[in-house]
């Protein structure tokens, strides 16, 4: 069973990584990580609707790049 949206938004809250909400409003969330300006990471959709296998993909891989620093 594929994780929802709202999952990996918590995973991203706690690695860090703060949402952008002066961005508008619509289904794409954009989040950075303020020690790392160069990491950011936006995904779509709403928070109950099913994550897509990339979007997990690029949620574990921002989050790596940001512990792999901090280690």
């Not at 790392?36 to 989050?63: C, F, L, N, T, W």
């Amino acid at each position: 069973m594929p994780r929802k949206i709202r999952q990996l938004k918590a995973d991203l809250r706690t690695a860090g990584f703060v949402e952008n909400s002066e961005r508008g409003k619509g289904s794409h969330s954009r989040w950075h990580c303020p020690e790392m300006p160069g990491v950011r990471v936006i995904i779509s959709g709403h928070d109950g609707a099913d994550a897509k296998p990339y979007q997990e993909r690029e949620v574990r891989e921002a989050i790596a790049q940001v512990t792999r620093t901090d280690q």
